[in-house]
């Protein structure tokens, strides 16, 4: 089956940890993004790559980062500088990042800290 | 700029009767737009798109959604509501040179028997 994985589905952290939340696609796609979502709100983006070795920040990358050093995988490290952290994070990927392609989602993670 | 308006936060419907969730959009370009559905704890699935074909869209489970430029509108409906279709609903903008999605806060959809 085609499609995004995340891992793990929760994940506990206490302050001042730094945490990695795994994607990983095998969908082929060439764009992958990183979204948080909080209660009440649509989703907000926080990196996104369109091509391996390059990534670019969303709205609100500040206490996040990526890497990209592999097609089908697009991890998240979410440090201790990121003031509010629990969130439920969201991955997904699309073919080539344009305005028309669809994002596919990942089921999700669930951060909370402690 | 784009942005996505959803007009109504919470949409209760008795299983069996029409749905309609309402959404309008701004864009500053032609935009793509979009529906998802996510179920609790669950990632999001695609329900449909409008990417400048047909302006009545049909997606998956029923569900439709009319573009309607001169209103910026993008209004998602379904003739007979099932208890399974209980998610929130995200109508989503994305306009410009590449991907990048602009989401409304979602409408939580409550179905009862």
């Known amino acids: 089956d085609g499609g995004i994985t995340q891992s793990p589905k929760y994940l506990f952290r206490k302050e001042g940890q730094n945490v990695t939340l795994s994607c990983e696609q095998n969908l082929n796609h060439d764009a992958m993004y990183w979204y948080r979502q909080d209660p009440g709100q649509g989703l907000r983006l926080i990196y996104y790559?369109?091509?391996?070795?390059?990534?670019q920040k969303g709205d609100i990358a500040e206490g996040y980062s990526v890497s990209r050093e592999k097609k089908e995988s697009f991890p998240l490290t979410v440090t201790s500088a990121q003031k509010n952290p629990t969130a439920f994070y969201l991955c997904a990927s699309s073919q080539q990042g344009s305005s028309t392609d669809t994002q596919y989602f990942g089921p999700g993670t669930r951060l909370t800290v402690l | 700029a784009q942005s996505v308006t959803q007009l109504d936060s919470h949409v209760s419907v008795s299983e069996g009767t029409p749905v309609l969730l309402r959404c309008n959009y701004s864009?500053?370009?032609?935009?793509?737009l979009f529906w998802y559905v996510q179920h609790p704890n669950k990632g999001l699935q695609l329900l449909l798109k409008y990417t400048s074909a047909a302006t009545l869209v049909k997606g998956i489970n029923g569900f439709e959604a009319e573009f309607k430029k001169s209103e910026t509108s993008f209004h998602l409906t379904k003739p007979s509501a099932h208890m399974s279709d209980a998610a929130e609903y995200f109508c989503?903008?994305?306009?410009?040179?590449?991907?990048?999605?602009?989401f409304g806060a979602g409408t939580q959809v409550v179905v009862t028997p």
């Open positions: 790559s369109q091509i391996v070795n390059d990534f």
């Open positions: 864009s500053s370009y032609s935009p793509s």
């Open positions: 989503v903008v994305s306009d410009g040179s590449w991907g990048k999605l602009q």
